[in-house]
């Protein structure tokens, strides 16, 4: 995964409503209905916030029927567990004296 798709997750995870609802996805798979039934926000917004996370691959829907059930996307999680085992937190040190620019 390149930093533009990193960039991509983490902006599609900077709004309350997606947190909830990756939250919410990480118990099982939903439909669009349960979200504004749990969350209190609008079909419209709902939507709204279901695209930015398909976009960002961080969920992905299933056609059953009329509706579509959304589930996350266990190779895109993996690869961001993948991001934070990289950082090294047990070697903070300033950037600037390690000729980082």
Do not use: P, T
Not at 44 to 64: D, T
Not at 75 to 100: K, P, R, S, W
């Amino acid at each position: 995964m390149d930093n533009k798709q990193y960039a991509l997750v983490f902006k599609a995870l900077g709004d309350e409503n997606r947190i909830q609802m990756v939250l919410m996805l990480s118990q099982k798979e939903l439909c669009a209905r349960q979200f504004y039934e749990k969350l209190g926000i609008s079909q419209a917004m709902v939507s709204h916030h279901l695209r930015i996370l398909r976009e960002a691959k961080i969920i992905k829907g299933r056609k059953a029927g009329k509706g579509i059930y959304y589930s996350l996307n266990k190779d895109m999680i993996a690869e961001m567990l993948l991001f934070f085992d990289f950082l090294d937190f047990g070697n903070m040190q300033c950037a600037c004296q390690e000729g980082f620019s």
